[in-house]
């Protein structure tokens, strides 16, 4: 599939060199050839290509988007989706690792009101981006879970699709305001790791007994 990036910074490199890897053709959605992520994305992946942010999407089967959540306004202003699924894998993070939105509504439901011909899916947003990278768990009998939301049955299919080339398993959580607790696992995972000393490539499974 064509995969286009908004934001190709830690966490937008590390899906988009796995999924190149995995036979995808990445496209670097970037309106300033002069940001230093985008240059260091393009010189570590020379098969990355770079368009404008909205050929980019024209281009595409499929965007993610990987800014930080105080840019998704500026990031997505005036870009038409025409109805392309939209990965978001942003998080709003307020003070102390609390929720941004102070847990009135989740992020994604505020990146559905900003590309409103979208359909938005989130995903990659709860584990750091070093799973993404590298999400091989040997010795385990069961894959790293992703958990995803979204109002779109056909878009969840796609990005389930994504999942599965990148060895997760799709847990599909329901609606995209869902989306406010998985931003609150995503809190859990960043205290437990990045405060509270676990290790960073550790990630949750999903595990049902079948009767
Ligand atoms: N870090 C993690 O482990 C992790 C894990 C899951 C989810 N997240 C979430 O994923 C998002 C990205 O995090 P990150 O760690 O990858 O951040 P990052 O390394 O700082 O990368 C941010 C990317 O967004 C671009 N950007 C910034 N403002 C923009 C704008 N107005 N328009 C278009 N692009 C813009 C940056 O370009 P420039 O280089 O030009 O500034 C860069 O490519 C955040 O919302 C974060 O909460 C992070």
Redesign the pocket.
Same mark, same amino acid.
């Given at each position: 599939m064509k995969l286009a990036f =908004? !934001? =190709? !910074?830690?966490? !937008?490199f590390a899906i988009a060199s796995h999924l190149q890897k995995k036979g995808h053709q990445i496209i670097v959605a970037g309106n300033?050839p002069d %940001?230093? %992520? #985008?240059k260091k994305a393009l010189a570590e992946c020379s098969d990355f290509s770079l368009l404008p942010v909205q050929k980019a999407v024209d281009a595409a089967d499929m965007v993610f988007l *990987? +800014?930080? &959540?105080n *840019?998704n306004e *500026?990031?997505l202003q005036g870009i038409a989706f025409q109805g392309k699924t939209l990965v978001d894998? +942003?998080?709003p #993070?307020g003070p102390g690792i609390s929720h941004g939105l102070r847990s009135e509504c989740s992020g994604s439901e505020l990146v559905q009101e900003l590309a409103p011909d979208a359909k938005v899916v989130k995903a &990659? %947003?709860i584990? !750091?981006?070093e799973n993404f990278a590298d999400s091989a768990f040997p010795g385990y009998d069961v894959k790293p879970a992703m958990l995803i939301a979204g109002n779109d049955a056909a878009a969840k299919q796609q990005v389930a699709a994504i999942n599965t080339d990148m060895g997760f398993e799709t847990v599909d959580t329901g609606a995209l305001s869902q989306a406010l607790h998985l931003e609150h696992m995503t809190l859990l995972w960043v205290k437990m790791v990045r405060a509270g000393g676990h290790h960073p490539h550790f990630t949750w499974a999903y595990l049902e007994k079948a009767l």
């Open positions: =908004i !934001g =190709i !910074g830690k966490v !937008g300033n %940001s230093e %992520s #985008v *990987a +800014t930080p &959540f *840019a *500026a990031a894998c +942003t998080n #993070v &990659f %947003s584990y !750091g981006f």
